[in-house]
């Protein structure tokens, strides 16, 4: 079993942290004065200045692409025509998800490329078919006029708030080359009005400075959206995602499985096994004197019986570790009990459970249980611990919780990783928190099938 305690990976229950995992830097001003500054708003109007002739061009050869294609689709070139400028599309793609991913820190993975049968006519055949290739001649076709629109509003805000901020600094460009007072807010025949005096400058500064923090969280905004266009129309489907997951987990279930076979395979021939080897030749050694030495063949059958206690409780425990008989006839109550009887440190249980889960799903919350204890027992230097066992909806909930050092690491410790990996091929989660000195809560969520 692994030493390690420690957060755990899954994002939805990490703290906040920054890059390379270390804690957030503090800073003395609030977010809404350092965002004008931060390098994320600049990259962000970076992307959204980009998008626009990006867009441009992408929608451009997509419509003249499809268009011809779909055309001469009365003709046989259409075809491989229609297909070319969907695999365009594609290309397209790949360069908008690079750009996502250096600009807006969006990292979508690429889709599965086309595969067809053999020759050029199955792969036009499954470019045409491919949903994914359709998807990304609907983002061409989509974010051109949302660049558009983007670029507009981002760009407008953000020349119009940093040119009225620091107009004091620049007001002299006004009567030194234009002949004028400065800015002129309203004029006719006879009136004209020019913002020139230190009071109409400082309120066109501040009027700026509204404008300039308001900017960065319009931009982030606009590019809320392209991250949504970016990764539901870019990345793969959401079948093919969940076809990956599987695909990784029937993988983990076959490594553990072929794991555990081994780890019997091992537990039987080094311990059961050799006991009972040695014990059949000490029968037959207490046989062959049984008329000679009627004693010393009592003292060897009296060794063999302790040999034969020996090996039933080895084979009594490795019984437990495949499926232990009272979790099947009694639950999880009675057989986290006793594991919880054989822990180094007092243990209390609490199971609340109006019915029972499936087999399957109660065997792994019996290991995890389980080798969570054995970690409090070997690592955690506890004095107390307790298991809490509830429902919440859909979700068999697991905590286990001691006392004891805490402030390690799940990543630095392969116990706790592999269970996250066994608690993954079912869909559950594993969740550790443990600051240094203790306490340490270890949260396990796994689906509920009745």
């Known amino acids: 079993m692994a030493t390690a ?29 350092r965002a004008p500054l931060e390098a994320r708003t600049w990259r962000e109007l970076a992307y959204v200045i980009l998008s626009l002739p990006i867009g441009v061009v992408t929608f451009s050869l997509a419509v003249t692409m499809v268009s011809l294609g779909l055309g001469m689709l009365i003709t046989f070139l259409g075809i491989p025509i229609l297909a070319a400028g969907l695999v ?21 993975a690429d889709p ?6 053999g020759g050029l006519m199955s792969w036009v055949g499954a470019v045409l078919k491919s949903g994914v290739s359709w998807r990304h001649l609907l983002y061409a076709v989509l974010h051109m006029p949302w660049a558009t629109f983007a670029f507009t509003v981002a760009v407008t805000f953000w020349a119009y708030g940093w040119a009225a901020f620091t107009y004091p600094l620049w007001r002299w460009v006004f009567p030194a080359y234009a002949g004028v007072d400065g800015i002129q807010l309203y004029g006719d025949a006879t009136h004209q009005v020019y913002l020139d005096s230190p009071f109409e400058m400082a309120v066109t500064s501040a009027l700026g400075l509204a404008l300039v923090l308001v900017t960065p969280w319009i931009i982030r905004g606009l590019v809320s959206v392209d991250r949504l266009m970016v990764a539901g129309l870019l990345g793969p489907s959401r079948l093919a995602t969940r076809v990956s997951e599987l695909e990784s987990d029937r993988g983990v279930v076959v490594d553990t499985a072929a794991a555990d076979l081994r780890r019997i395979e091992r537990d039987l021939h080094d311990g059961a096994q050799a006991r009972l080897v040695a014990l059949a ?10 008329t000679d030495d009627p004693e010393a063949a009592a003292r ?3 060794e063999a019986h302790g040999e034969v206690k020996v090996a039933l409780q080895e084979l009594r425990d490795l019984a437990r ?32 459970l109006e019915s029972r889960p499936a087999q399957a799903i109660e065997g792994i919350a019996y290991f995890t249980v389980s080798e969570l204890l054995q970690n409090v027992s070997k690592h955690a230097r506890a004095t107390r611990a307790t298991v809490d066992v509830w429902r919440a909806a859909d979700r068999l909930m697991l905590q286990v919780t001691d006392n004891g050092r805490g402030g390690a690491d799940v990543a630095t410790g392969s116990g706790l990783a592999g269970l996250t990996e066994r608690l993954d091929a079912v869909d559950g989660i594993l969740v550790v928190d443990s600051p240094a000195g203790g306490p ?11």
């Open 440 to 450: 340490t809560t270890v949260t396990a969520e796994l689906p509920w099938r009745g």
């Open 300 to 302: 060897m059958v009296d």
């Open 281 to 290: 030749m000490d029968l037959g050694l207490a046989k062959e004197k049984l």
């Open 112 to 117: 599965a490329p086309v595969r067809g049968r």
């Open 321 to 352: 570790g495949i499926h232990p008989a009272v979790l099947t006839d009694r639950g999880l109550d009675a057989a986290l009990s006793a594991i919880a009887s054989r822990c180094t440190v007092p243990v209390t249980v609490t199971v609340d």
């Open 5 to 33: 305690y420690g957060p755990d990976t899954r994002d939805r229950y990490r703290p906040a942290t920054g890059s390379g995992g270390r804690p957030p830097a503090k800073h003395f001003l609030p977010s809404a004065l």
């Open 88 to 108: 365009m599309c594609r290309g397209f793609g790949a360069v908008e998800r690079g750009r996502a991913r250096g600009l807006l820190r969006l990292d979508v």
